[in-house]
């Protein structure tokens, strides 16, 4: 791959970089004797080495991003020690120095045989590569950083090993070159520890998003790979003008359908799967009420053109933890009457491929695997739907008719009432909390507490009654009867709420301005505000008759043990 040669390149160019200079006198002390012996297994030894190393971090900091609590802060702590070696020489130097002393005592030895300088150079190699992981700042700070933000995989090891196999060329040739050059590069020394400083800091920047909770799908969003642009980049440059030649190419992102942790109503989908097909790939997550409005629509484009050429391919990429769960997900799909094939994209992989940046959000392929139309958002269902005709028309396929489709939403599904929403989507969890009502009880992260609640709410603010714990992506009612309050203008009313642990169902009850909802309340309960949580999804609360003023919204839980994670409105 291009950006593998790019990597190499990469570590070619380190021989003038500052980052090289603590490895220099290894390499020079074992430049006198055979190069076989003496340098290739020095150079081989310690390209292995570095990259090891530096892909435990990488993947280290792909672990704080997608494991959860005791191995999550295992991982956050192997890369916070990954960022003070950067950041604080002392750290490295107590990090390198068993193999380094060895490494020592192992080029002071008195060679044997070939084979034994052969060993003793493997040896050295070993510590030198140890040495060179934490000096390498940028390059391996930006690598960490960019595997924590963006997950890492096979390919961060491949770089970081075509990175040390460049920089192991570049000493070898300067072996050749002789001694003189390690003086020249010594006055680069002053800018090393600066160097290293930053690139620390960058590592313990991703560390500090991870334990602040921010979601790993809007950090990628903000941060996208340098690796995976570059190579975007690259490959855009160097691909074919020939239209015919691009699916063949490189497939374009679909080859990222490989990718899927699992595939619902379908056996797994690739490339070559859809090929000279109509794709409309659809971002989305079962627990967003935007996405859920879109559903309507795309049930309908499935069904009116599948047998024209037309795949909808539902992309499930996680907000919440609990939606990367299979089996809720398989749940949800069946609930809601999605008959397309669904991809899970727990590590969003296809995510990144696609560069995208939203739930929910449209592309629509042509039969090349060329993006030739893009929506974010629940809107443009007409242009959507006449660039579906105008592909499959441009395929020569047969069009069942040229009316829009115009599907029945009912529930959930049903379009927003935009003339009279006033309220956006709130968190209840502290990583993103908005509108928290000011007077009540402070948050408190990570602690039971009884909270009281702020005595006036003002418009879209929130507050709790009650016991509770808030984690970063939700509060959990440690008690019985708490309650959320929350003062909002909308016609409908969400929250996303999942049961206890142990997965009991939990009752609750509520209120609209003190008094039952009556004919206001939404699907999910009756008229006296009665109802059940037994999974984790969204659930619709309220649907006003005369959306024309504030309501306070008061929801009770009747038993401990309930997550409630956001509100949503309509």
Not at 98 to 112: H, I
Not at 444 to 452: G, I, L, M, S
Not at 526 to 539: A, D, P, R
């Amino acid at each position: 791959m291009l950006i593998i040669l790019v990597a190499f390149l990469g570590g070619v160019i380190t021989i003038v970089s500052p980052c090289i200079l603590p490895i220099l006198p290894f390499v020079f002390a074992r430049g006198s004797g055979s190069f076989r012996t003496h340098a290739l297994p020095l150079l081989a030894s310690m390209a292995v080495a570095f990259a090891a190393v530096a892909s435990l971090a990488a993947f280290g900091g792909a672990w704080v991003v997608t494991l959860n609590e005791g191995a999550r802060y295992a991982a956050m702590a192997l890369l916070a020690l990954f960022g003070l070696a950067l950041l604080l020489p002392a750290v490295g130097d107590w990090m390198s120095r068993p193999l380094v002393a060895l490494g020592n005592r192992l080029a002071g030895a008195a060679p044997g045989s070939p084979r034994a300088a052969g060993l003793l150079s493997i040896g050295l190699g070993l510590g030198t590569g140890l040495l060179w992981a934490p000096c390498a700042g940028p390059t391996l700070g930006l690598l960490l950083t960019s595997a924590a933000l963006n997950g890492a995989n096979i390919q961060t090891s491949l770089l970081l090993l075509s990175f040390a196999c460049g920089a192991a060329v570049a000493l070898a040739a300067a072996l050749w070159l002789g001694r003189g050059m390690a003086a020249t590069l010594h006055r680069f020394l002053p800018a090393a520890q600066g160097l290293r400083r930053v690139a620390g800091a960058a590592v313990m920047a991703a560390v500090a998003v991870s334990a602040l909770g921010w979601n790993p799908a809007l950090l990628s969003s903000a941060s996208a790979s340098g690796a995976a642009r570059l190579e975007q980049q690259l490959v855009e440059q160097l691909r074919p003008n020939n239209p015919a030649k691009t699916f063949a190419a490189a497939n374009g992102p679909l080859a990222s359908l490989q990718d899927a942790n699992g595939w619902l109503n379908s056996g797994p989908l690739g490339a070559a799967d859809l090929d000279g097909k109509i794709v409309l790939v659809d971002f989305w997550t079962y627990s967003c009420i935007n996405c859920l409005r879109t559903l309507p629509y795309l049930k309908a484009w499935h069904d009116k053109y599948k047998d024209a050429g037309l795949e909808v391919i539902g992309v499930h990429s996680p907000e919440f933890a609990f939606e990367k769960s299979a089996s809720n997900v398989r749940r949800a799909v069946a609930d809601l009457g999605i008959q397309y094939p669904v991809a899970l994209d727990n590590g969003f992989r296809i995510w990144r491929a696609f560069r995208n940046q939203s739930w929910p959000a449209f592309y629509l392929l042509d039969g090349q695997g060329r993006v030739r139309y893009t929506v974010a958002g629940e809107h443009d269902y007409q242009q959507t739907e006449r660039m579906i005709q105008r592909l499959l028309a441009e395929a020569g396929r047969t069009l069942p008719d040229a009316d829009a489709a115009r599907p029945a939403a009912r529930g959930v599904e049903a379009p927003p009432q935009w003339s009279t929403l006033r309220s956006g989507e709130s968190y209840l969890g502290y990583g993103k909390a908005t509108s928290y009502a000011p007077g009540g009880t402070p948050i408190r992260q990570h602690k039971d507490a009884v909270y009281q609640p702020a005595g006036e709410l003002g418009a879209n603010q929130w507050t709790l009654a009650g016991s509770w714990r808030l984690e970063p992506e939700l509060a959990v009612a440690t008690g019985a009867n708490g309650r959320v309050i929350q003062r909002f203008h909308a016609r409908d009313l969400h929250m996303v709420l999942g049961p206890a642990a142990d997965g009991r169902p939990v009752r609750f009850r509520v209120t609209l301005d003190g008094r039952p909802p009556l004919a206001d309340h939404g699907a999910d309960i009756n008229e006296q505000g009665e109802g059940v949580i037994e999974g984790h999804k969204l659930y619709q609360l309220v649907r006003q008759q005369t959306p024309d003023r504030d309501r306070v919204f008061q929801i009770e839980f009747l038993a401990p043990g309930v997550e409630a994670y956001a509100f949503t409105f309509g």
